[in-house]
């Protein structure tokens, strides 16, 4: 069946820091690769996505390109910033397949 | 635009009491789903809809029923409700459209002491 990994966390870094969390999957066919942020006390928020392979998706400073050779999905950011603290979810639709399937989440914490 | 709403926000309730959560999207999606959020446990999905009048079940069925009388609202029921249902429980609604994305609700935090 389909499948996420994402980095375990906590992941804490400094603010202006280069921030990565990786992401790889498993599914048959094409899925569309998707990752999305949860602040505090709120619910999960479209970041980005990205739809086929080699597109990039991009939003806030962040971005994440859709690798089909290595099955990743890895999101990236410049220079974090103290209000970019969330837990992130990588997760994949397949085509023609009603439900999403998730990552377990990697929290961000990032200092000043 | 409101999205997905979900009501209420917290709720605590004692074993063995019953409770109905609603959920309520204004952007015409064929479908929904219930999930619920547990500490180091990500999201699990309890109960799906793929139209109004279907239901059907997630990883976490037991425990839960729920209802879509109407395309834009989607209900959550716990019947008896135990310890091990407390949890943060969201809503979400998506498009048909394979690319489109998963809107969600704000939450529900319920507590069975």
């Known amino acids: 069946g389909d499948s996420v990994t994402q980095m375990e966390g906590p992941v804490t870094l400094s603010e202006e820091a280069f921030l990565t969390i990786n992401c790889t999957y498993t599914?048959?066919?094409?899925?569309?690769l998707f990752w999305y942020v949860q602040y505090p006390g709120e619910g999960l928020q479209l970041l980005l996505k990205?739809?086929?392979?080699?597109d990039k998706g991009s939003n806030k400073g962040f971005e994440a390109t859709y690798r089909k050779e290595t099955t990743s999905f890895h999101l990236e950011k410049g220079s974090v910033q103290v209000s970019d603290s969330a837990v992130y979810f990588c997760?994949?639709?397949?085509?023609?397949?009603?439900?999403?399937?998730f990552g377990t989440g990697t929290r961000l914490t990032i200092i000043p | 635009n409101a999205g997905v709403t979900q009501t209420p926000k917290f709720r605590v309730l004692k074993t063995g009491q019953s409770m109905t959560l609603l959920c309520a999207q204004d952007?015409?999606?064929?479908?929904m789903y219930w999930y619920r959020q547990d500490p180091g446990m990500g999201l699990r999905l309890i109960h799906y809809?793929?139209?109004?009048?279907?239901?059907a079940k997630g990883e976490v069925p037991d425990g839960y029923n729920v209802s879509r009388l109407k395309k834009q609202n989607f209900l959550l029921g716990l019947e008896s409700a135990a310890p091990s249902q407390t949890s943060v429980y969201f809503c979400?609604?998506?498009?048909?459209?394979?690319?489109?994305?998963?809107?969600f609700g704000n939450g529900t935090r319920l507590t069975v002491t």
């Open positions: 979400a609604s998506i498009s048909s459209r394979d690319s489109s994305p998963l809107h």
């Open positions: 990205a739809t086929k392979a080699d």
């Open positions: 952007m015409n999606h064929e479908y």
């Open positions: 997760a994949l639709r397949r085509f023609g397949n009603e439900k999403l399937t």
């Open positions: 599914a048959t066919g094409y899925p569309s």
């Open positions: 809809s793929v139209g109004e009048g279907t239901t």
